[in-house]
């Protein structure tokens, strides 16, 4: 069972909503497919995000896979942590692998998401 | 690596595992019309008659001229090493294996490549390879737009007209193409204007996102690279030096005045001047950049055995993994160029290197001094290196002359930039260490009496004032 606080999408990321602020990364399945990560592209701060619009780029030893915004809003903040272990991603994906927080444009956009249990369902059906 | 064709029953084997019964059904996925079906070629020819066809052919090439002809292209004594390498089978193929399996001979001279010309250009990374330096120079200005996500790019007018003609092609598709103006006048003649660098930097509105100028420029002559990165740098652009390899061993390399992307020409690096090439193209990077680099990129590792092993590196970025995103279109190299660049680097070594450069721009003043004596000065007073600009009353039709005599005078500037005015009756001349002192002297004294004048009596070795290494030696 994937974490229930969170919200996700079809494409693997999760989103963590705090007041207006709302913390993006991938879960644990995706790091699972992608292996091992050797790199992640993260947006400036400051930039403006529409809800699934391409934010960054996530760097496998065998892929290379865009990343999006599973809501929209301007990004507050990057973990700079990532730039010399991105290997986070993959041993804390929902805690230290976090990738951006972004203000909360538009708390409706959530709706668009699905909960723990219909994404869990989502990676069962492969 | 071994190759050898596939038998007949090889293809049965092949097809009957698919399922399918002939090599044509392979391909139905591809409408007929658009199918190959019989290529324009003419009737087969027994080999001996070819072969005599085409060293007719080839002996139409001029082999026998005085050449002064640079401009982008240049003449150098390759070691016999060179060829001789090229062509052991291991190498001479038209397919680069990259598996590291089989691969490690291909590898490590990839390797060996990319550190011998990081050394040269003084930068952390460099890619294998590129078609030519045109193409590198072109895949330099768009990792500038990538990297800062802004489209403007400004090129000198300096940079080879041909490479800005590369540039405006791989820009047609939306980025901006902007050329830098050159000094009209003064000692920094013919060099990048730095005030007008400096207003398009400053324009509202209209971030750059790359500053490229040349080292040497087109002419010959000598930019003031470290003031055109630092203006490139206030304003938040990157900052690409193309460069000429053999001259980066006299001159400062592109890492010690904080360029950003090197690009240039190989050719120089024991690959003979041909028409049309291939060369090759060199690109270098810093490791802020390593992400946007295009091309091969080989690393040094160990194997599960602890042996010392070589592998392809950053693939991930490439067009069979990330297809409409990959960093570039360029999928493979050229391995045979870059390996000839590594035979002859090796070969000559770094002592050998500087040598040829400097004999270069010896041969150079020499023949600065042999054709001002004759009436064809130089255009532009500012240093050179082993190329400059003459000015002589009807260029096209004196080097027409010229060559009726078995002189090869340069490049008739009003051909390659027909719209510079100061350039007019311009001829770009050039030498390097196969120059001879008899070709000099000939080059003068077929001009003299062209054009009329006194025969050059020129001594051997006199130099002169405006040459070549002072001030821009490292």
């Given at each position: 069972?994937?974490?229930?606080?969170?919200?996700?999408?079809?494409?693997?990321?999760?989103?963590?909503?705090?007041?207006?602020?709302?913390?993006?990364?991938?879960?644990?399945?995706?790091?699972?497919?992608?292996?091992?990560?050797?790199?992640?592209?993260?947006?400036?701060?400051?930039?403006?995000?529409?809800?699934?619009?391409?934010?960054?780029?996530?760097?496998?030893?065998k892929?290379?896979?865009?990343?999006?915004?599973?809501?929209?809003?301007?990004?507050?903040?990057?973990?700079?942590?990532?730039?010399?272990?991105?290997?986070?991603?993959?041993?804390?994906?929902?805690?230290?692998?976090?990738?951006?927080?972004?203000?909360?444009?538009?708390?409706?956009?959530?709706?668009?998401?699905?909960?723990?249990?219909?994404?869990?369902?989502?990676?069962?059906?492969? | 690596?071994?190759?050898?064709?596939?038998?007949?029953?090889?293809?049965?084997?092949?097809?009957?595992?698919?399922?399918?019964?002939?090599?044509?059904?392979?391909?139905?996925?591809?409408?007929?019309?658009?199918?190959?079906?019989?290529?324009?070629?003419?009737?087969?020819?027994?080999?001996?008659?070819l072969?005599?066809?085409?060293?007719?052919?080839?002996?139409?090439?001029?082999?026998?001229?005085?050449?002064?002809?640079?401009?982008?292209?240049?003449?150098?004594?390759?070691?016999?090493?060179?060829?001789?390498?090229?062509?052991?089978?291991?190498?001479?193929?038209?397919?680069?294996?990259?598996?590291?399996e089989?691969?490690?001979?291909?590898?490590?001279?990839?390797?060996?490549?990319?550190?011998?010309?990081?050394?040269?250009?003084?930068?952390?990374?460099?890619?294998?390879?590129?078609?030519?330096?045109?193409?590198?120079?072109?895949?330099?200005?768009?990792?500038?737009c990538?990297?800062?996500?802004?489209?403007?790019?400004?090129?000198?007018?300096?940079v080879?007209?041909?490479?800005?003609?590369?540039?405006?092609?791989?820009?047609?598709?939306?980025?901006?193409?902007?050329?830098?103006?050159?000094?009209?006048?003064?000692?920094?003649?013919?060099?990048?204007?730095?005030d007008?660098?400096?207003?398009?930097?400053?324009?509202?509105?209209r971030?750059v996102a790359?500053?490229i100028?040349?080292?040497?420029?087109?002419?010959?002559?000598?930019?003031?690279?470290?003031?055109?990165?630092?203006?490139?740098?206030?304003?938040?652009?990157?900052?690409?030096?193309?460069?000429?390899?053999?001259?980066?061993?006299v001159?400062?390399?592109?890492?010690?005045?904080?360029?950003?992307?090197?690009?240039?020409?190989?050719?120089?690096?024991?690959?003979?001047?041909?028409?049309?090439?291939?060369y090759?193209?060199?690109?270098?990077?810093?490791?802020?950049?390593?992400?946007?680099?295009?091309?091969?990129?080989?690393?040094?590792?160990?194997?599960?055995?602890?042996?010392?092993?070589?592998?392809?590196?950053?693939?991930?970025r490439?067009?069979?993994?990330?297809?409409?995103?990959?960093?570039?279109?360029?999928?493979?190299?050229?391995?045979?160029?870059?390996?000839?660049?590594?035979?002859?680097?090796?070969?000559?070594?770094?002592?050998?290197?500087?040598?040829?450069?400097?004999?270069?721009?010896?041969?150079?003043s020499?023949?600065?001094?042999?054709?001002?004596?004759?009436?064809?000065?130089?255009?532009?007073?500012?240093?050179?290196?082993?190329?400059?600009?003459?000015?002589?009353?009807?260029?096209?039709?004196?080097?027409?002359?010229?060559?009726?005599?078995?002189?090869?005078?340069?490049?008739?500037?009003?051909?390659?930039?027909?719209?510079?005015?100061?350039?007019?009756?311009?001829?770009?001349?050039?030498?390097?260490?196969?120059?001879?002192?008899?070709?000099?002297?000939?080059?003068a004294?077929?001009?003299?009496?062209?054009?009329?004048?006194?025969p050059?009596?020129?001594?051997?070795?006199?130099?002169?004032?405006?040459?070549?290494?002072?001030?821009?030696?490292?």
């Amino acid at each position: 069972m994937v974490p229930t606080d969170l919200h996700y999408t079809k494409d693997h990321e999760w989103v963590r909503v705090d007041g207006d602020e709302a913390t993006v990364g991938i879960t644990a399945y995706a790091t699972e497919q992608l292996g091992d990560i050797v790199f992640v592209e993260l947006p400036d701060v400051g930039r403006s995000l529409d809800q699934f619009a391409t934010f960054g780029v996530v760097e496998s030893v065998k892929a290379v896979s865009d990343l999006f915004a599973p809501v929209g809003g301007e990004v507050l903040e990057t973990n700079a942590a990532l730039t010399g272990q991105p290997e986070l991603v993959n041993s804390e994906p929902y805690e230290g692998g976090w990738m951006v927080r972004l203000r909360l444009a538009d708390a409706a956009q959530l709706d668009e998401l699905l909960d723990a249990t219909a994404y869990d369902a989502l990676i069962a059906a492969g | 690596m071994h190759y050898g064709p596939h038998t007949a029953a090889d293809r049965a084997r092949m097809l009957g595992a698919l399922g399918l019964s002939s090599i044509d059904q392979l391909f139905d996925d591809i409408p007929a019309a658009l199918r190959a079906s019989k290529l324009d070629l003419p009737d087969p020819e027994p080999e001996l008659e070819l072969a005599a066809r085409l060293s007719a052919l080839a002996a139409r090439n001029r082999t026998d001229l005085a050449s002064f002809l640079g401009a982008g292209v240049y003449r150098h004594w390759s070691p016999p090493a060179v060829d001789q390498i090229l062509l052991r089978g291991e190498w001479y193929t038209a397919y680069t294996p990259y598996q590291p399996e089989i691969s490690q001979g291909t590898l490590q001279s990839i390797y060996e490549y990319e550190s011998l010309l990081a050394e040269l250009v003084d930068l952390d990374v460099v890619s294998a390879s590129h078609y030519d330096g045109a193409a590198a120079t072109a895949e330099a200005a768009l990792m500038t737009c990538r990297q800062t996500h802004r489209d403007r790019v400004l090129v000198s007018r300096a940079v080879h007209p041909h490479y800005r003609e590369t540039l405006r092609t791989y820009f047609s598709g939306g980025l901006q193409l902007e050329e830098i103006p050159l000094v009209a006048g003064g000692d920094a003649a013919g060099t990048t204007d730095l005030d007008a660098l400096e207003r398009m930097l400053a324009e509202p509105d209209r971030p750059v996102a790359g500053v490229i100028a040349a080292q040497p420029d087109f002419l010959g002559l000598l930019e003031p690279m470290p003031a055109i990165g630092e203006l490139a740098h206030a304003a938040g652009a990157l900052f690409v030096a193309v460069v000429e390899p053999i001259g980066l061993s006299v001159l400062a390399p592109p890492g010690a005045y904080g360029a950003d992307i090197a690009a240039g020409e190989g050719q120089p690096l024991g690959i003979a001047p041909q028409y049309g090439g291939p060369y090759l193209g060199i690109l270098a990077t810093t490791d802020a950049l390593v992400r946007q680099i295009p091309g091969r990129l080989v690393g040094m590792t160990t194997d599960l055995d602890g042996q010392r092993a070589f592998v392809m590196t950053m693939r991930a970025r490439e067009q069979d993994i990330r297809r409409d995103k990959a960093a570039s279109n360029i999928c493979t190299n050229q391995a045979l160029l870059a390996l000839a660049a590594s035979v002859y680097l090796t070969t000559v070594g770094p002592h050998g290197l500087r040598d040829v450069a400097a004999l270069g721009a010896a041969r150079a003043s020499e023949l600065e001094a042999a054709l001002a004596a004759v009436g064809a000065p130089r255009i532009h007073p500012g240093p050179y290196l082993n190329e400059f600009a003459i000015r002589v009353p009807n260029a096209r039709l004196i080097h027409r002359r010229l060559l009726d005599r078995g002189i090869l005078a340069g490049l008739v500037l009003a051909d390659a930039e027909p719209g510079d005015t100061s350039l007019a009756d311009g001829l770009l001349v050039c030498t390097t260490e196969v120059t001879t002192r008899d070709e000099i002297d000939l080059f003068a004294e077929a001009l003299a009496e062209i054009l009329g004048g006194r025969p050059a009596g020129v001594e051997a070795g006199a130099g002169s004032g405006g040459s070549a290494l002072a001030g821009s030696a490292r």
